[in-house]
């Protein structure tokens, strides 16, 4: 097979493609399938976006960023985490996406592999296939907050092994993983010479305790994060990799190629975020209030929620009760009810047709219609 052959179509993208379709019939359709902030970009951001078109010239930055933002990150690491780390470890990307097309071309050789959560953030496999290695799927479950252990490295080490992925909080459960879970995953792949990779864009949107840095217990994993989320900024195309020294002129020489720089516009109103504190809060207060909303409602419909979601904007609930086909029930859901959300399969094949994921990154009056058609669909009204 071709390497091509093995890359999969975001499915979710039909859901939501069949959803305007009904919308154009002049349906109206909760869209609970979305993993975008419906907020916009905070004004100060845009304002510095402005000013950077007006006055400061659109050239190339360096290819690891600019400076100034480079400097600024790592500011923000000591004031956020109270972790020291070297501005010159912080490598500016064209969103998360570009790091993790740079990492794995230069963490793997043909054939090498990297862990993955199954269920997981979908992109994550086929980034791994594209730089010409093999993502090995760990079924994960509520025993460890559907995220990786040291347990699952060991289970499913193999030579060649060159990373372990965590996202925390998850995509697509919203869960946490637990400080000692983490820590003994770091210590399982420093002795196994691969590299723990940690997947922090949804830090910042969490309810409750704030999650460590990975790099806070470890000083040699990698350390992936953006602005699209926390920030409201997915269309800038703007997100940063912190990565050991040794790698810094490997990744540098890869970005230089691949895609020379994050867009300068961008880098100059990533600056302005990082200001941003109070507006972020907004909109973490606003997201909580949904999660809570639909943590009370969704379990008496059938939807069960077996481990608390503390981040993110994502629900991961178990239809077991309800169906034992989560695809064909979501399809049905959306020409039925007008409500879209995401089939389990869309995240790996574990228990995918047992589960669903409701994203909350949708305005509260949307999420209580949402509820009220599907419990109507249900007939539990
Ligand atoms: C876990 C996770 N990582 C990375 C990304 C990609 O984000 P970016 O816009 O920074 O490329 C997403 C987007 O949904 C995500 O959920």
């Known amino acids: 097979m071709r390497r091509i052959d093995a890359i999969e179509p975001f499915r979710v993208m039909q859901l939501l493609e069949r959803g305007r379709e009904l919308e154009a019939t002049g349906r109206t359709i909760i869209h609970m399938e979305i993993g975008e902030p419906d907020f916009p970009t905070p004004a100060p951001v845009i304002r510095a976006a402005h000013h950077a078109l007006d006055e400061l010239g659109q050239f190339y930055t360096p290819s690891t960023g600019l400076p100034a933002l480079q400097q600024a990150l790592a500011d923000w690491y000591a004031r956020e985490y109270g972790v020291r780390v070297d501005a010159g ?122 999650p460590p840095t990975a790099l806070a217990f470890d000083d040699e994993a990698i350390v992936v994060n953006g602005f699209s989320k926390r920030w409201a900024m997915t269309g800038w195309r703007v997100g940063w990799v912190v990565v050991p020294e040794r790698l810094v002129d490997a990744c540098r020489r890869v970005m230089q190629n691949i895609f020379i720089a994050a867009p300068t516009l961008s880098q100059h109103a990533a600056l302005a975020a990082l200001e941003a504190d109070a507006e972020v809060e907004a909109m973490r207060r606003a997201y909580d209030e949904r999660r809570r909303f639909l943590l009370e409602a969704l379990p008496p419909l059938g939807f069960d929620i077996v481990v608390e979601p503390r981040g993110a904007f994502y629900i991961y609930a178990n239809v077991a009760r309800l169906t034992d086909d989560s695809r064909a029930f979501c399809w049905r859901m959306l020409e039925e009810a007008g409500v879209a959300v995401t089939p389990g399969e869309d995240f790996g094949a574990h228990r995918a047709a047992e589960h669903v994921r409701f994203s909350y990154a949708t305005g509260l009056e949307a999420l209580q219609e949402g509820v009220r058609r599907i419990a109507a669909w249900l007939g539990r009204p």
Not at 136 to 159: C, I, M, T
Request: charged share 20%; aromatic share 6%.
């Open 89 to 210: 470890r912080i490598l500016v990307t064209p969103g998360t996406s570009g790091a993790f097309s740079m990492l794995y071309a230069v963490l793997l050789e043909a054939g090498e592999s990297v862990l993955l959560p199954d269920p997981g953030y979908p992109c994550q496999r086929n980034f791994v296939r594209l730089a010409g290695g093999e993502p090995v799927n760990a079924p994960v479950g509520p025993e460890s907050g559907y995220h990786l252990s040291a347990g699952h490295l060991q289970r499913h080490w193999r030579e060649g092994m060159r990373a372990a992925v965590v996202i925390n909080p998850g995509n697509p459960t919203g869960t946490l993983v637990d400080e000692d879970q983490l820590t003994a995953l770091a210590r399982a792949c420093r002795e196994r010479g691969c590299t723990l990779i940690s997947d922090e864009i949804y830090h910042g949107l969490t309810y409750g305790a704030k």
